[in-house]
């Protein structure tokens, strides 16, 4: 697996992690940051990844600092590559 498809899988198992902690649905997130929910869908699944604009759009309504999810989402890729 290419390291662009690991950092995918990881950063959309860390955004359901996040979501599920604000005990969300997917339509939930996806009305509060105006992002389609099948399109968040596929970011949870790594089969998509976001730009930074959505990305700034999630952050709000997951409570998300996008410093610290990238730098968490690093650390699991290392884990994974090692």
Same mark, same amino acid.
């Given at each position: 697996? =290419? &390291?662009?498809?690991?950092?995918?899988?990881?950063?959309? =198992? !860390?955004?359901? #992690?996040? !979501?599920?902690? #604000?005990?969300?649905?997917? !339509?939930?997130?996806? *009305?509060?940051?105006?992002?389609?929910?099948?399109?968040?869908? =596929?970011?949870?699944?790594? #089969?998509?990844?976001?730009?930074?604009?959505?990305?700034? =759009?999630?952050?709000?309504?997951?409570?998300?600092?996008?410093?610290?999810? *990238?730098? &968490?989402? *690093? &650390?699991?890729?290392?884990? &994974?590559? #090692?």
């Amino acid at each position: 697996m =290419k &390291e662009k498809e690991i950092f995918g899988k990881l950063l959309g =198992k !860390r955004l359901r #992690q996040k !979501r599920r902690e #604000q005990k969300m649905t997917l !339509r939930e997130l996806g *009305i509060m940051a105006d992002v389609d929910d099948n399109y968040l869908g =596929k970011i949870e699944r790594g #089969q998509k990844n976001p730009s930074l604009y959505i990305f700034s =759009k999630l952050s709000d309504p997951l409570e998300l600092n996008l410093h610290y999810l *990238i730098h &968490e989402v *690093i &650390e699991d890729m290392e884990g &994974e590559l #090692q």
